[in-house]
């Protein structure tokens, strides 16, 4: 499988392929606001449960932008890369209460669940992260994704400082904040994963106890 449909899969919404419903015909550079991709789509797609049409939508200008270059496998103008990042960055909504990590056996069931956002899930009810579809996080279990780095010994090796803290938090939050056009969903900034979720998530990469680091 591509990583363009994996994706797409992963996301259970199209926040990459994002926003050609609505958009002028012609599209410029971008080929996924061509009228024949329009057409494709409106052809094949039709809104069903929470899974609206509106989803194809391009909600901010990184999805955009990224539909020029970075999806194309095109490098992308660094001020605009830049530009993009620093604005996710900032961004960024931080625990409030200063505590970055929860329960890593919940986080765990979380990394492992795919489920969420699509068509026959129950709306409001929580969304898995779907982190194994793309990385390795446990040792030893052949049936993980690769499209990400391996996470295995995350904490391990980079231990759980506060600028590690902050830097993987940010990651799950908006990855972007460090490549604009990152595959990896923004878990945060389209809440994906509440702010407890994503604790617990953390918690799978940093807490020593957890099968990640050990
Ligand atoms: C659709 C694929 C995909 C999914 C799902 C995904 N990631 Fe990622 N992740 C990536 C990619 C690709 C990178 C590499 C950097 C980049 O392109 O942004 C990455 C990078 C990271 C990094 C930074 C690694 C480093 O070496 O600094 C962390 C941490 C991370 N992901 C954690 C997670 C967690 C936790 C989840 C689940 C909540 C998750 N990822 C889900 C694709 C994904």
Redesign the pocket.
């Known amino acids: 499988m591509n990583?363009f449909a994996?994706?797409l899969?992963?996301?259970g919404a199209a926040t990459v392929l994002g926003g050609c419903a609505g958009m002028p015909s012609g599209g410029g550079d971008n080929p996924f606001a061509t009228a024949s991709f329009q057409t494709i789509l409106k052809h094949d797609f039709s809104s069903k449960g929470q899974a609206g049409l509106s989803r194809l939508k391009q909600t901010d200008e990184a999805q955009s932008a990224c539909s020029k270059y970075g999806y194309l496998g095109k490098p992308m103008p660094e001020a605009l890369a830049k530009n993009i990042e620093s604005k996710a960055l900032e961004r960024v909504v931080y625990p409030a209460d200063g505590q970055y990590l929860g329960d890593w056996k919940e986080?765990l069931k979380?990394?492992s669940d795919g489920k969420g956002m699509q068509w026959n899930d129950k709306p409001g009810t929580p969304n898995?992260?779907?982190?194994?579809?793309?990385?390795q996080?446990v040792p030893n279990d052949p049936s993980q994704?690769n499209?990400?780095?391996s996470?295995v010994g995350?904490g391990r090796l980079?231990g759980s400082s506060a600028v590690i803290l902050k830097?993987?938090w940010a990651?799950?939050y908006d990855?972007?904040s460090?490549?604009a056009?990152?595959?990896?969903?923004p878990?945060g900034a389209h809440h994906?994963?509440t702010e407890q979720?994503?604790k617990d998530?953390?918690a799978?990469?940093l807490d020593p106890k957890s099968p990640v680091n050990r």
């Open positions: 990583k994996l994706t899969i992963a996301l986080g979380i990394a898995g992260g779907n982190c194994l579809a793309c990385h996080v994704g499209i990400g780095p996470l995350y980079r830097y993987t990651r799950i990855s972007a460090f490549n056009c990152s595959f990896m969903p878990f994906i994963l979720q994503m998530v953390m799978l990469l």
